[in-house]
């Protein structure tokens, strides 16, 4: 079965500063990987995803996330925060699209709270 | 620009009512999903449906039911709304290629 990690419930930063939300996986196979932002009282919103390729992915907003293999990491990253970036980042790992059924479901991580400090 | 309605942002229900969630898409995605959003507990799959008429539990489906009779509308019903109910529920949907779009959200409360 898949899984997602995010070690960190809240990450606080300054404002200007580069930022990192970190995700690890569980999967079998090569994986699709997706980051989501969740703005107060909406629902979430794609920022980037990583099927194949180049191990860095660029998203919406500024976001880039680097995909590492042997670390099976997923860490989302920007060089300067803004404080319209506060928000709640959450992790999302799907299997190969071989797969069938139920496992084409994305399993969330339980997000990570970004404030960003002016 | 493609996307994923939920018919309310704020319902207020009592308890015993019969609720109906309504989500629609117009991206003709094969997927739906509906989870609800707990402070604490992430996002919690309830049921999700890959094709009209289909229809499979996830992990917390106790409490609910769902319908697909067309593509584009996937329904979550609350056959006798409870004060654990209240949550923020979300519905989503994907292809076979994609990630998850997702509605705005409807933030239920059962009083």
């Known amino acids: 079965a898949q899984s997602v990690a995010q070690p960190e419930d809240q990450v606080n930063v300054a404002e200007g500063n580069p930022l990192t939300v970190k995700c690890t996986y569980s999967?079998?196979?090569?994986?699709?990987l997706f980051w989501y932002v969740q703005y107060p009282n909406r629902g979430l919103q794609f920022l980037l995803k990583y099927i194949t390729g180049d191990n860095l992915v660029k998203g919406s907003y500024g976001f880039e996330a680097e995909f590492n293999k042997s670390q099976t990491s997923f860490h989302l990253k920007k060089p300067s925060a803004l404080v319209s970036d506060s928000a709640l980042y959450f992790c999302a790992v799907r299997p190969p699209l071989i797969s069938s059924g139920s496992a084409r479901q994305l399993t969330f991580g339980s997000g990570t709270q970004l404030t960003v400090l002016p | 620009d493609v996307k994923v309605t939920q018919s309310s942002r704020y319902l207020v229900k009592r308890t015993g009512e019969k609720v109906f969630l309504e989500c629609v898409q117009d991206m003709d995605h094969e997927n739906m999903f509906w989870y609800r959003q707990d402070p604490g507990l992430g996002l919690r799959l309830i049921y999700f449906?890959?094709?009209?008429?289909?229809?499979e539990k996830g992990d917390i489906p106790e409490g609910y039911s769902v319908s697909r009779e067309k593509k584009e509308r996937f329904s979550l019903i609350l056959e006798s709304a409870s004060t654990n109910q209240t949550s923020m529920y979300l519905c989503?949907?994907?292809?076979?290629?994609?990630?998850?779009?997702f509605g705005s959200g409807t933030r239920l409360t059962v009083v």
């Open positions: 449906s890959y094709d009209v008429k289909m229809k």
């Open positions: 989503a949907s994907s292809s076979v290629w994609s990630g998850y779009t």
């Open positions: 999967v079998s196979g090569n994986p699709y």
